[in-house]
């Protein structure tokens, strides 16, 4: 079970960069959604023209409308691989699977979760808890299925509510959980990697969601400009300490300047008391 499950993570954790590139090709497309209207709406009467010239836009802005597909691609052979080994040592008249020791597939013979062989099918047990338990992470797997599809559509038609394939899109939210009950011919193995990479699909979605909120448009169209939220790691960074500038101290008043009175040189005749006659 840790096994299949930490294969999971890195997996997902390869891929991640792919992730990235579709969230903001999807960010672009967001962004480029009222000159995207406005051209549906010039040729509306023209559906080749009109889809000829939204995808020039796009690919002008270096947006792909297909890079969602871009992480399920990449999972892809991972599932096909994993159904494949499982498979194979679920047939316990094989002795070689693929190269791996025996020791090796005696001990995956015998790995169990929570007393259900991970080899094991929901119709090819015969154990009535195995069954249950198996039924359970079914049960998981639709749920989780429906949730991820539907995080991701709500997104979708939100930035576009004029998108022609908005109802084809909803229709599949709704019928997507039961592709689910096709995994009850899966090994419970298989069952358990699809549960844990919805689970890191779901919260891959929102951590970005979160920061990277659907585009605002003002009256004229224009986008206006959006700062992100702070990550979880802000937090626990130490700001460094704004030191205030204290004000400057005020001039001290001038002192009035003291003018002293030069008396006048008198005559010699003023200072002897004499007159002249």
Same mark, same amino acid.
């Given at each position: 079970?840790?096994?299949?499950?930490?294969?999971?993570?890195?997996?997902?954790?390869?891929?991640?960069?792919?992730?990235?590139?579709?969230?903001?090709?999807?960010?672009?497309?967001?962004?480029?959604?009222?000159?995207?209207?406005?051209?549906?709406?010039?040729?509306?009467?023209?559906k080749q023209r009109m889809n000829q010239e939204v995808m020039a836009l796009y690919q002008g802005a270096g947006a792909n409308p297909l890079g969602g597909c871009l992480p399920i691609l990449a999972q892809f052979p991972i599932f096909i691989s994993m159904f494949t080994v499982l498979n194979a040592i679920a047939d316990v008249n094989r002795t070689n699977v693929f190269g791996m020791?025996?020791?090796?597939?005696?001990?995956?013979?015998?790995?169990?979760?929570? *007393?259900?062989?991970?080899?094991?099918?929901?119709?090819?047990?015969?154990?009535?808890? *195995?069954?249950?338990?198996?039924?359970?992470?079914v049960a998981v797997s639709s749920l989780t299925t429906f949730l991820t599809v539907r995080q991701s559509v709500t997104r979708s038609m939100a930035q576009m509510p004029d998108n022609p394939m908005a109802q084809q899109q909803k229709i599949l939210m709704y019928i997507s959980p039961l592709f689910a009950i096709f995994s009850l011919n899966f090994p419970l193995g298989l069952i358990l990697y699809w549960v844990t990479t919805n689970l890191w699909t779901l919260?891959?979605?929102?951590?970005?969601?979160?920061?990277?909120?659907?585009?605002?448009?003002?009256?004229?169209?224009?986008?206006?400009?959006?700062?992100?939220?702070?990550?979880?790691?802000?937090?626990?960074?130490?700001?460094?300490?704004?030191?205030?500038?204290?004000?400057?101290?005020?001039?001290?008043?001038?002192?009035?300047?003291?003018?002293?009175?030069?008396?006048?040189?008198?005559?010699?005749?003023?200072?002897?008391?004499?007159?002249?006659?």
């Open positions: 079970m840790l096994t299949i499950v930490t294969l999971t993570v890195f997996m997902r954790l390869l891929i991640f960069p792919l992730f990235l590139k579709q969230m903001r090709s999807s960010k672009k497309i967001q962004e480029l959604a009222p000159q995207a209207q406005e051209l549906r709406k010039r040729y509306k009467n023209d020791p025996p020791e090796v597939v005696a001990s995956a013979r015998e790995a169990h979760v929570f *007393s259900a062989g991970i080899s094991e099918t929901f119709w090819s047990t015969n154990s009535v808890t *195995s069954k249950i338990i198996i039924g359970f992470f919260g891959q979605q929102h951590w970005y969601y979160t920061r990277h909120p659907m585009p605002q448009f003002d009256d004229k169209g224009r986008l206006i400009p959006h700062q992100p939220k702070p990550g979880l790691l802000s937090k626990f960074r130490k700001s460094e300490p704004v030191v205030e500038e204290a004000p400057p101290a005020a001039a001290a008043p001038e002192e009035p300047k003291v003018v002293r009175n030069q008396p006048s040189r008198q005559t010699r005749s003023k200072r002897s008391g004499s007159k002249k006659s």
